[in-house]
Each structure stands twice: as structure tokens, then as C-alpha cells.
């Protein structure tokens, strides 16, 4: 079967790193999408990541490992504003996304 | 128009009754979709279509019919409205189907079916 995990809610400290795990399990897999969502606002694309590695994009990056089914967000020089919940998403051999159920970051001064 | 556009914003419908959720896009994306996103779950797949003219089951569809007369517009109809059905709604799209291509939402319609 399917299925896709993450932390339902992470507290940290304006300025500091945060990491968001997501685990995975699927048999036909396209690759792992991050995504950020305001609360009461529509989800927006934060990364993208087919192949193992880092992929690095300002403040934030994204990690994955396909063999372990590993994910994560990195979320450096933590601001207010990134006060969000982080969605993770992998797309299955139909080119589907599976989501999770988000991770609630609340960020304190 | 920019982006993908939902209404209405939110609406209360006694069950029973029926109701539309418009969604209309202007970047002419090819690929769109239909999602509902419920506390404590993660947004479950309810209807897409790869291009006009075609339209195809997501992975809750029951209760919930859709069209896609063109290529901007795709609505989400409700024949007779449950509870259960109370949720937010989210239409999304992306340039091609069967691809990696990231998907854009647009701002939700939130139902409360009494």
C-alpha cells in the first residue's frame, strides 16, 4: 500500500533551524513535493525533490532519500512569518500526489 | 484574472440540496483538479481531468460529479449534500497531466452542509 507520514505540529524559536521529517511508503514513486500553507490560505509550492540529495533554495531546503523513503524540510533564520503549516507530498506511478497531513510550525520570539 | 480563482468563498447548505463549486484558471493549464482537506488529513484527490473534454475518479469521488466543457473552467457539483461533505475545498491545476509539474491551488471554498 501507500502512505505517507509527518510530525502533526513542531514549535521553534524565531532565528533558529527547524527540520520536518515526512516518511513514505509506495511502490511507484515520481518524486517528493514540499509545500507551505497559511493558515485559512491555499497550499504553495516550496520544493521539489526527484533525486537523492539536498536541493538548497534560500532559507529553505529539501532532502531525500529514495532508499530509506525519507524526506525533510530545513527551514534556516527562522521569521514570524514562516509561522505555517508544511505540507509533504510524494507523486505515485500515476503521476498522483499522496499527501500528508501536515505539520503545524509554530514559531515563537 | 490571475492564477486560479474559487467560488464561492464559503457557503452553509442545508443537506440534501444541491451546489456547485466554480474554479476557473487562466494560465491554461491542460491538468486540473479537485481536492477536499479535512482536519487531522491530509488533501485527498476527489476528481481531475488531463485536458478538456476528459475527466477522471480521484481517490474519494463519491457524492461528487465534474465537467470540463473547456480548458479554464472546472467545476465541482454536489448532487444531494451530506454532512460528511463539510470540508474545504481546493481546486488546483498544472501545464500537463502525467508529469511532475508542480501543481497551483487556488484560495479554497469552505461548506458547511447542516
Known amino acids: 500500500g501507500q502512505n505517507i507520514d509527518q510530525p502533526t505540529e513542531m514549535t521553534a524559536t524565531e532565528g533558529a533551524i527547524v527540520q520536518i521529517n515526512c516518511t513514505y511508503q509506495?511502490?511507484?514513486?515520481?518524486?517528493l513535493f514540499w509545500y507551505q500553507q497559511h493558515a485559512g490560505e491555499a497550499p504553495t509550492f516550496l520544493s521539489y525533490?526527484?533525486l537523492d540529495g539536498l536541493e538548497e533554495k534560500g532559507r529553505f531546503s529539501s532532502f531525500l532519500s529514495r532508499s530509506k523513503g525519507y524526506s525533510y524540510l530545513l527551514l534556516k533564520e527562522l521569521q514570524m512569518k514562516d509561522s505555517a503549516s508544511y505540507l509533504c507530498?510524494?507523486?505515485?506511478?500515476?503521476?498522483?500526489?499522496?499527501w500528508g497531513a501536515g505539520t503545524k510550525l509554530i514559531i515563537k520570539p | 484574472i490571475a492564477g486560479i480563482t474559487q467560488a464561492p468563498t464559503s457557503q452553509i447548505l442545508a443537506a440534501g440540496r444541491r451546489m456547485t463549486l466554480r474554479c476557473t484558471q487562466d494560465?491554461?493549464?491542460?491538468?486540473m483538479y479537485w481536492y477536499r482537506q479535512d482536519l487531522g488529513l491530509g488533501l485527498r484527490l476527489i476528481h481531475y481531468?488531463?485536458?478538456?473534454?476528459?475527466?477522471g475518479k480521484g481517490e474519494v469521488p463519491d457524492g461528487y460529479s465534474v465537467s470540463r466543457a473547456n480548458t479554464d473552467d472546472f467545476p465541482l457539483t454536489l448532487a444531494s449534500a451530506v454532512p460528511s461533505q463539510t470540508s474545504v475545498y481546493f481546486c488546483?491545476?498544472?501545464?500537463?497531466?502525467?508529469?511532475?509539474?508542480?501543481?497551483?491551488f487556488g484560495p479554497g471554498t469552505r461548506l458547511t452542509v447542516l
Open positions: 494560465m491554461r493549464h491542460n491538468a
Open positions: 509506495t511502490s511507484g514513486f515520481n518524486g
Open positions: 481531468s488531463n485536458t478538456a473534454g476528459t475527466t
Open positions: 488546483a491545476s498544472s501545464p500537463t497531466s502525467g508529469s511532475t509539474d508542480t501543481q497551483y
Open positions: 507530498a510524494f507523486m505515485d506511478s500515476n503521476y498522483q500526489l499522496i
Open positions: 525533490n526527484v
